[in-house]
């Protein structure tokens, strides 16, 4: 009888185990396939978001940010670094949130500059051709 219970339970984990691992790798190609689709700057920007340990809205609602602009950024950034700062009673884990904020958004800025430059580069050879 117990031998017959450990050969169902044997049977039962072995079933559960091959359905996970067949939803792992259809999790797995579905993310590959939404990688493909956003393309270059998406792969890039979501590997920044790895990077940083912080996604691209995380760090705009973090630092007040609607629009990506430079001189928002920094002013936001300049503003609740000074708020936060531990001399005037503020948070050191919220300060290091913004500096993780303000860092996150520059290198999103960098990844936008860098496929406009593409973009523009590639304009330029279509209509020399």
Request: positive net charge; hydrophobic residues 40%.
């Amino acid at each position: 009888m117990a031998k017959y219970l450990a050969q169902i339970i044997v049977m039962g984990a072995q079933v559960v185990g091959r359905a996970f691992a067949r939803a792992l790798r259809q999790e797995f190609a579905a993310s590959q396939a939404a990688a493909e689709a956003r393309g270059q700057a998406g792969r890039q920007s979501a590997a920044a978001s790895s990077f940083t340990g912080m996604t691209l809205q995380e760090a705009q609602q973090i630092l007040n940010i609607s629009t990506l602009t430079p001189e928002e950024i920094q002013k936001n950034y300049e503003h609740l670094f000074k708020v936060n700062d531990k001399a005037v009673g503020g948070s050191f884990y919220i300060q290091s949130k913004v500096v993780r904020a303000k860092e996150r958004l520059d290198e999103e800025l960098s990844i936008n500059q860098q496929q406009q430059t593409k973009n523009k580069h590639a304009d330029e050879q279509q209509q020399q051709t």
